[in-house]
Each structure stands twice: as C-alpha cells, then as structure tokens.
C-alpha cells in the first residue's frame, strides 16, 4: 500500500550473481556447450563472455542503471567443418536463456533464400525471411556470396542493404550471423564496410587438431550406437591425418563422411558372413578393416593423389 | 463517428505495445495473422483488401508489425484491420480481429429514408466517405 512498499522490490540492495547465472538457465546450456563440443576454445571462450556480460546487464537493469542493449551481430569465419552452424543453433539458445531474444529459434538462409531472380523479387524475399527470423536468430551461411563483385547490376546488393537496414534498426528484434570461410568473409566485409561495423564480434573458429577429430569422431559415433574397436580407434587415428593431407579436407564433416562410409563397409562385411550368428556387439563394433577399407588408405600406399577427390 | 467494428473497438486505440500483445497471443495460438485494408467503413463491407499473404510461419509478433508499419506508411488515411485465422479442425474461422488504423477524420455515416409501398420507411446507413471515388476518400 504505501510508497516504500512499491519501490522496495525494484532495487534491491544487493544481488548475488550467482543466483542470477542460476536463475538465467544459461548454465546448463554452457555446459552442454562444453561437453559435446569439442576443442573450439577460443570460440567458448567469447560465447562465455558475451553470456557474462549479457548477465550483468541484466542485473544492471534491475539496479534501474540503463544501458544500452550491446550489439550482437556476429560473424563466424573459420574453415568448413569447424562447428559454425552448430554453434549457432546453441548461440540462438544460449541468447534466449539470456533473454536476449525472445523466442530463440533459429533461421538459416543462405544467398538463395535471400535474393530473388529478377528486379522487385529481391526486397520482398528478403523482408519475408526477416519476418520470420524476428525474436530469434538469423543464420547467414557463406554470406560473401550475397556480395558478387564482378556484377554491379547484382540483386544480392539490395538484400544487403536491407540486411544492413534491420541490423540497425531493429538490434534488439533480431541476432544475425554471418558464416563462411574466413578468406571470402574478408573480403565481403572489405568491400560492404557497413557490415563490418555493425558486426560486433568477429569470431574465428580454428581448425581442429587430429586428437579433437578423433575425439569428435568417437562421439558421433556413440551418438549413433555404435563403437570403435581398438583396432579402428587406432586405424582412424591414421587416417584422419592421411586426409588432412588431401584436398577439400572439412574437418568434422570429412570424418562423419569417412564414418558413414565405414558404416557402410561394415554393413557390407556382415552381410556377406550372413550366416553367422550375430550379437549386440558385432552389429555395433566398427572394426579396422572397415576404416582401412577407405581409399585415403591406397592413395596414401600408392602416394599418389587421388584423381577424384571428393570421394577419397 | 468513430466506427466501432471488431474486438476493442470501444476501447482507446491500442498502441504498438499493445497491439503486439496481441498478435502475439494469435501466433502463440497458432493463428495465422492477415493485416486488411479499406476505406469503405460500411460496417456490412466484408470485402476488405489484403496486405500482401496471411502470416502463418512467424514465431514472434514484431515481424507482423512491420508489416503493418509498411502497410500503415501506404494506406495510413485508411481504415486497417488485422484479424488472426484458426486452421484447426472444427474451428477453420476467423478469431479475433480488430482496427489497428484509422482515418484521422472519421466523417461518420448518413441515414437515408426511402418511401417504400404504403408507408413503409426503408433505411439505409451510407457512409459520407463513400461519396467520393475510392482511393480518394480519406485523402
């Protein structure tokens, strides 16, 4: 009834930021972060400040000391394979815990999705995906195409400049990622400066080390029940650096590709002994002859290059 | 006259706020959300036209208010609606729908009285808007 009692809630003496990170449910989603992602930690590293900093924001506000909502646009550049969408859907998460968005889902789009095929097509297409992206995340992957030098009368400039547009106006509707390789993300933002600037965290993801692509390998494995025997821990441990060595490598997605393959060898090895009597163990071991089975193996004997890489 | 069709209509005008309130219960709900416009109050015009395609894929509300920003900066002299469609079974019908735009002057209608056979009165409301050529009558 009385005044003390209205404002008393409001500002509280102290606050324990402790109870906060508790009461955010953010903690969780970090950890989880942590666990199922492997290395990246330059990459965990920034997601862990962003989180604190949008934290004390929030603590911030309940002081009653305004602040303007930071900027959040971010662009992850690294090679392909290192986890940039992955960790994009967990950014869209991990900002909603945060209550930094509002919904928390995420959009991925790529140019296709963004620019239309003739004048007029291109800023209702643009605004369309926009509208859905609003409260959660939009997930730009290889941006720099949007961007195409060698065509002035290119469409892909207009869904930039609208882009540009709703990143300013509308910062704290939306989070915009931008994704691609960092070389072509260099010189998208060399030659659009205005995105440089409204993209306030550049984020690099590293390649991942032989040790982290094994790791990685084991886990989507598990994720799908299966295991690696002794022997084909040790096979893909060779292999991974025997395909590092060739072109088009991809980092996590070239050792799910190898995994899937060896799924396939391994499929076919049972069937072929089709009258024995399986069990549990058999149908979930992958052995080393069906890692040894992959190409990369003979290329690597023969020390040639392999003359269609893309199925190495 | 201030016309009074739809939910809230004998409210104040809703603000922005408010109005995303709104549309956010719809699409919480699952309704598709269709922005409408006319300048033809005639509370018996059903025909009203639409603001481009009903929005049936958005998570949240401010993407609906831009486009009713859009359609406010074009038809702003206009009268405009929005209303929210349930598709589920059993209902498949419009749900809510309420102005969200009005013209700055609302002229208000005229009663017309027509002698019929005998001295029978036929009624008629016509709105004073609608004297003038569409698209000119809020102007």
Known sequence: MSAEGK????????????????????????????????????????????????????????????????????????????????????????????????????????RDDLVGQYI?????????????????????????????????????????EILLQVMENNRDDLVVILAGYADKMDR?????????????????????????????????????????????????????????????????RSIRNALDRARLRQANRLFAERDRELTLEAITTIEAEDIRGSRVFQSADRAIAPSSPRRP | MRITQGCFSFLPDLTDDQILTQIQYCIDNG???????????????????????PMFDLRDAKGVLMELDACRKVYGDRYIRLSAFDSSH????????????????EDGFRLDRTEAHGRVQR?????????????????
């Open chain 1, 120 to 160: 007029g097509h291109t800023a209702p297409k643009t605004k369309e995906v926009l509208k859905k992206a609003m409260g959660g995340v939009l997930f730009i992957d290889e941006a720099y195409y949007l961007y195409r030098q060698e065509n002035e009368r290119d469409y892909g400039q207009e869904a930039i």
């Open chain 2, 90 to 105: 059993g209902w498949e019908s419009v749900r809510i729908s309420f102005i969200v735009n009005r013209p700055k002057n």
């Open chain 2, 31 to 53: 309704w598709a959300v269709n922005l409408e416009f006319t300048d033809d109050p005639h509370p018996r015009n059903t025909y009203w036209e639409m603001w481009g395609l």
């Open chain 1, 7 to 110: 404002t008393a809630p409001d500002k509280p003496g102290t606050v324990k930021l402790a109870d906060e990170f508790a009461a955010s449910g953010v903690g969780p989603v970090l950890q989880q972060l942590d666990d199922e992602l492997i290395g990246l930690a330059p990459v965990k590293q920034r997601i862990r400040e962003i989180a604190a900093l949008l934290l004390v924001d929030r603590v911030r506000s309940k002081f009653g000391v305004a602040s303007e909502a930071p900027t959040l646009h971010m662009s992850f550049t690294g090679n392909p394979g290192t986890g940039k969408t992955t960790v994009a859907m967990r950014m869209a998460e991990i900002l909603h815990k945060l209550g930094y968005v509002r919904r928390g889902h995420l959009i991925a789009v790529t």
């Open chain 2, 123 to 139: 009624y008629a409301t016509r709105a004073y808007a609608a004297d003038k050529p569409e698209g000119k009558r809020y102007a």
């Open chain 1, 188 to 252: 998208f933002f060399r030659s659009n400066p205005g995105f440089r600037s409204r993209v306030a965290h550049h984020i690099d993801f590293p390649d991942y080390t032989d040790g982290d692509l094994l790791a990685i390998g084991e886990k989507m494995l598990a994720s799908l029940n299966y295991r690696l025997s002794a022997g084909a821990r040790e096979a893909l441990a060779e292999y991974i650096p025997l395909r590092r060595a060739q072109p088009l490598f991809a980092n996590a």
